[in-house]
């Protein structure tokens, strides 16, 4: 039989978790393989870079698309978990969940809305399907425009595993990502500030060899609140405690729009920087991601052809 496509998968997916039991990536793929009735010959037919295995691939997605909507939780590494929300959505749909479903709850349509817009709107193209939505765009659109997706989703796993660490470990991560983006010049020189006693500054960066020309960071990995102004005056005040200029600040939540407006009016050079923001960085420098696969995208020499 053919390989259902990733929405397909999205509800016996759902029903591998309905026992409400933790389950390892393993065990998922070969319990839907089980209940949609795709064969150990099915599963070894690869996608077209040759990879990975289609199916692997289209229940990872299934997973990652539910993850996003809250109907699964990731308790470990490699480990799924179904939520009442999961519960629920059996329930109320009892014979199919797809895109339509989950674009229904707001964790998922953020998660949509952070890949760029290519589409005219988020339900318009649940509506047409990949495969309608797809043939609208050029062969490199469509590869950028999936790679996107894929990010996003990637974005949003990374800030759940940062969330997971102790602060420490954001502190050290945000000083590595400066390294990785260019900051601290030839010799690269950071420094953790971050612990009891530290004034208000978690790290710094030095960009000249004799250490003239410092950055400072500030971390904050928040779940439950927005940033907002006294945070970024405490930020303020610990700089000129320095007798410093430049300032990064980094969480993990949002910045309210009173404190990116404090921050444009001081007299320092701050830059700050929220949670999506910081997983797209991530993404782009290399930071806690590999390169899973590379495609190449070939078209015509025209210097090959003689001109006639």
């Not at 209940?35 to 289609?54: F, N, Y």
């Not at 930071?287 to 590379?294: L, M």
Request: glycine share 8%; with cysteine; proline share 5%.
């Amino acid at each position: 039989m053919a390989i259902p496509d990733f929405q397909s998968l999205m509800r016996p997916v759902l029903e591998v978790h309905a026992d409400g039991r933790p389950h390892s990536a393993s065990e998922v793929r070969d319990a839907v393989a089980q209940l949609v009735g795709v064969s150990t010959e099915d599963r070894k037919v690869m996608l077209p870079s040759g990879g990975s295995p289609a199916y692997s691939n289209k229940v990872g997605w299934a997973v990652t698309h539910l993850a996003q909507a809250a109907m699964l939780t990731r308790p470990g590494r490699g480990i799924t978990q179904i939520t009442d929300r999961g519960r629920q959505a059996m329930q109320t749909h009892p014979q199919r969940v797809d895109m339509r479903v989950l674009s229904g709850f707001a964790e998922y349509v953020e998660f949509r809305n952070r890949t760029r817009e290519r589409r005219t709107t988020l339900t318009s193209a649940v509506d047409q399907g990949l495969e309608a939505a797809a043939s609208t765009l050029t062969p490199r659109e469509a590869i950028e425009e999936v790679i996107e997706t894929a990010h996003s989703a990637v974005a949003a796993e990374l800030l759940a595993r940062v969330l997971s660490q102790p602060p420490e470990f954001l502190e050290r991560l945000v000083l590595r990502l400066l390294v990785a983006m260019g900051y601290g010049g030839l010799e690269r020189v950071t420094e953790h500030l971050g612990g009891p006693g530290d004034a208000g500054l978690d790290g710094l960066v030095r960009l000249d060899l004799l250490g003239l020309d410092v950055v400072y960071v500030q971390a904050k990995r928040y779940t439950d609140r927005t940033v907002g102004r006294p945070d970024i005056q405490a930020f303020v005040g610990a700089l000129s405690g320095a007798q410093a200029s430049r300032g990064i600040f980094i969480a993990t939540s949002r910045f309210s729009a009173d404190a990116r407006d404090y921050a444009e009016r001081v007299n320092a050079r701050l830059i700050l920087i929220d949670g999506p923001e910081l997983a797209t960085l991530m993404i782009k420098h290399g930071c806690g991601v590999v390169t899973e696969e590379t495609y190449t995208l070939k078209q015509i020499d025209e210097n090959f052809f003689p001109e006639t």
